[in-house]
T-cell receptor
Framework: GAGVSQSPSNKVTEKGKDVELRCDPISGHTALYWYRQSLGQGLEFLIYFQGNSAPDKSGLPSDRFSAERTGGSVSTLTIQRTQQEDSAVYLC???????????FGDGTRLSIL | GQNIDQPTEMTATEGAIVQINCTYQTSGFNGLFWYQQHAGEAPTFLSYNVLDGLEEKGRFSSFLSRSKGYSYLLLKELQMKDSASYLCAVREEQAGTALIFGKGTTLSVSS
């Protein structure tokens, strides 16, 4: 039984480098979400994909952040020219439809040196 | 604006009952979720309320009052494994909007 799978589980990189984070949602789930969780903070919404509709990018903190979802399945979150404040756990979630409970992956812990 | 408040920390003993409160102020309302998150792990879904009242699921129950912008999560017969962070999250009225999360309540259960 596959849940939401994220890779890598940990990523350490130097400031200024680009990083790509991958999310493989539960098969058949049409909705996919990216969140960011910083120490002591709540989950912060980044971007949302629903089927073939245009994504809701309202949570992306800057134009250095982008995401795509290919074939309605796997999603990649890209952060360009990383900054130290980008250090956080990046969580992906998927749900059967927009009004169903979200199931989270274990996240990618990103550390920017 | 959006605001979700819950206590930062709570402590309780094994076998006891604990109630974790959540108040919210959002632009419209279309459901409230509770998630459990153990340290270093993904949040896991506990409960969903969209109508007023109590939803019971085993040792866990969740209550919602939309007129008061208030919910609580009730945990009965506490076990050590219940030590975790409990996240309250609200979905706003606009269909498809992602969840707005509170900062979570860290519950510590002692023997």
């Amino acid at each position: 039984g596959a849940g939401v799978s994220q890779s890598p589980s940990n990523k350490v990189t130097e400031k200024g480098k680009d990083v790509e984070l991958r999310c493989d949602p539960i098969s058949g789930h049409t909705a996919l979400y990216w969140y960011r969780q910083s120490l002591g903070q709540g989950l912060e919404f980044l971007i949302y994909f629903q089927g073939n509709s245009a994504p809701d990018k309202s949570g992306l903190p800057s134009d250095r952040f982008s995401a795509e979802r290919t074939g309605g399945s796997v999603s990649t979150l890209t952060i360009q020219r990383t900054q130290q404040e980008d250090s956080a756990v990046y969580l992906c979630a998927s749900s059967l439809d927009f009004d169903q409970p979200q199931h989270f992956g274990d996240g990618t812990r990103l550390s920017i040196l | 604006g959006q605001n979700i408040d819950q206590p930062t920390e709570m402590t309780a003993t094994e076998g006891a009952i604990v109630q974790i409160n959540c108040t919210y102020q959002t632009s419209g309302f279309n459901g409230l979720f509770w998630y459990q998150q153990h340290a270093g792990e993904a949040p896991t879904f506990l409960s969903y309320n969209v109508l007023d009242g109590l939803e019971e699921k085993g040792r866990f129950s969740s209550f919602l009052s939309r007129s008061k912008g208030y919910s609580y999560l009730l945990l009965k017969e506490l076990q050590m494994k219940d030590s975790a962070s409990y996240l309250c999250a609200v979905r706003e009225e606009q269909a498809g909007t992602a969840l707005i999360f509170g900062k979570g309540t860290t519950l510590s259960v002692s023997s």
